[in-house]
């Protein structure tokens, strides 16, 4: 097995920057995590662990590239010859980071495709905010705050969650939470999204991030 030498991870390099993104940074990364899902998605496997932490940089000239780590929860969703999809299930136990998990995974629900783009908004968000509304929940057991964790991003509407923020965020988000269990999400219109407000932003696509600027 070769495994490619990688950079510090999304999370790493998020301490680094003091626990803050930039817009342009955000978009940037956005636009490559996509590609990266649905090429995942397109070898019929969902990743089910979508976080900071699996998301490394690379070194030397693709210093500029994402690349996506920990296939250990990953899942064929689909037969990959005939796309027949696997059964809609319920009473699932958790899988994944709590954190980024999408409410569906919450409620006991089989993971699908869906399910990594939620997860993905909300990393985009934490990235964004610095951190999410149910991050340092405390409770007794595990199970207890994973309850929690649970009511409160149930409770939290997107609009809130993505205030102070462009809209395209709140937008992905109740995208994503739109979609049914088996359905292909459309790729292509969500890069766009967040593309097109790349341009109005005035950005370039430089590849400079936040940490190839940052002074600690």
């Not at 908004?121 to 964790?149: C, E, H, N």
Request: proline share 4%; hydrophobic share 35%.
């Amino acid at each position: 097995m070769i495994i490619d030498l990688l950079g510090p991870s999304l999370e790493d390099l998020f301490n680094f920057c003091n626990r803050k993104f930039s817009l342009k940074t955000v978009l940037l990364l956005g636009d490559q995590l996509l590609s990266r899902i649905e090429y995942i998605h397109g070898k019929s496997f969902i990743h089910r662990d979508i976080k900071p932490d699996n998301f490394l940089m690379g070194i030397g000239r693709r210093a500029n590239l994402v690349h996506v780590i920990d296939f250990g929860l990953a899942k064929k969703y689909r037969d990959p010859r005939t796309h027949m999809h696997i059964p809609y299930r319920e009473n699932k136990n958790l899988t994944g980071t709590a954190r980024y998990a999408s409410i569906n995974t919450h409620l006991g629900v089989e993971q699908s495709r869906r399910d990594d783009l939620e997860s993905l908004g909300y990393v985009l968000m934490y990235f964004l905010r610095g951190s999410l509304p149910w991050q340092g929940l405390k409770a007794a057991t595990k199970k207890q705050k994973y309850d929690r964790i649970m009511e409160k991003k149930m409770t939290t509407p997107t609009e809130e969650l993505c205030r102070g923020f462009p809209n395209e965020f709140a937008v992905y988000l109740n995208y994503a939470r739109s979609l049914r269990f088996d359905d292909k999400p459309d790729y292509t219109y969500l890069k766009r999204l967040f593309r097109d407000l790349f341009v109005r932003s005035d950005f370039k696509y430089d590849y400079v991030f936040d940490w190839t600027t940052f002074k600690a």
